[in-house]
């Protein structure tokens, strides 16, 4: 019997599919090592040792690493990157942008009117805010080494 059996096209798929959505909870894990670091509004407690968390960033890319000889081994192919970093910061970056402009009073009316004496105030703040926005927008746009 000379025939190969293999998996057919449906399970490969599926099998890519979810080594896909373990490489993203592993991403979560690295996220949550990390926060601290990372985010103005941390969700997480800083409950672990730098040990520890070493510990686990080499776990997680073990991890990985049989995930991709996992698939290797059935003939799976990994897809290769398909969106541009730049557009999807640009794209995040305008999203940003949009909901920095609904922190102006005038988006607040649903909530209540605010205080006169506040809303000069606050318009500058936000303004300060979309001044960092556009620069950081400017930035992604202007910068086109190293990529």
């Known amino acids: 019997m000379d025939e190969q059996i293999d998996l057919n096209e449906h399970h490969r798929r599926r099998l ?3 080594c896909q959505y373990i490489d993203r909870l592993l991403s979560s894990i690295e996220n949550a090592i990390a926060e601290n670091a990372l985010t103005a509004f941390p969700r997480y407690i800083k409950d ?9 960033h080499e776990q997680v890319a073990k991890l990985r690493t049989q995930l991709l000889e996992f698939l290797r081994r ?12 730049r557009h999807s910061i640009q794209t995040s970056l305008g999203y940003i942008d949009i909901a920095v402009e609904e922190l102006k009073p005038r988006y607040l009316r649903g909530y209540g009117a605010v ?9 500058a703040s936000v303004e300060g805010l979309q001044g960092a926005v556009k620069t950081t927008i400017s930035m992604v746009k202007e910068a086109r080494g190293g990529g």
């Not at 672990?48 to 686990?56: A, G, L, N, T, V």
């Not at 205080?115 to 318009?123: F, G």
Request: hydrophobic share 45%.
């Open 16 to 18: 890519l599919v979810s």
């Open 48 to 56: 672990m040792s730098p040990q520890e968390r070493d510990e686990i």
């Open 74 to 85: 059935w003939g799976i192919a990994t897809p290769q990157a398909a969106i541009s970093a």
């Open 115 to 123: 205080p006169a004496p506040l809303v000069t105030d606050l318009e």
